[in-house]
């Protein structure tokens, strides 16, 4: 079973940074929450920072304020969020606030993948590895120069009959 667990429709999950800073959201509040929490971070996050932020090609943003939510990691070039739960992520209210949570990034067209933070503590490389590979587009632009896409494969034929 892998380890990375892509949301979609979304899951359950509570963390350090979902409590809004305003009624109407995000704000300078926000902000001054999301910097306390890097200073702060917990071992499965450090663990996986120290990776992240090594992966040439890719670039992830830690504690990153989003509307009225702080996000464990997120990579803007790939829309991809990655939230680290630990075990209190299951009780009480959370899998529900969660789920409110979750939609409201989702609905934004941003992708959200849970990991348990065990699986950070037991092999942190091998996270990080398959985060880097869902980070990745599905298909790569042309070269510059390069030829053009092959026309009548159905994808760019809108509805048309072959």
Do not use: K
């Not at 990375?4 to 704000?27: I, K, N, V, W, Y």
């Amino acid at each position: 079973m892998s380890i990375l667990r892509s949301l979609d429709p979304p899951h359950a999950r509570h963390g350090e940074g979902d409590r809004p800073a305003q009624p109407g959201g995000g704000g300078a509040s926000t902000v001054r929450r999301a910097r306390s929490l890097r200073r702060t971070m917990s071992l499965p996050e450090v663990l996986l920072w120290q990776r992240l932020r090594g992966l040439d090609h890719l670039r992830f943003r830690r504690q990153h304020p989003l509307g009225r939510y702080i996000l464990d990691f997120y990579c803007p070039a790939a829309r991809l969020v990655i939230e680290i739960d630990g075990e209190s992520h299951n009780r009480g209210n959370r899998p529900v606030h969660d789920m409110v949570r979750d939609a409201w990034l989702t609905e934004r067209g941003l992708r959200v993948i849970r990991i348990a933070a065990v699986d950070v503590l037991r092999n942190p490389d091998s996270v990080a590895a398959a985060i880097a590979r869902a980070a990745q587009p599905l298909h790569h632009p042309a070269a510059p120069g390069g030829p053009p896409p092959h026309a009548g494969h159905g994808e760019d034929r809108q509805g048309r009959a072959p």
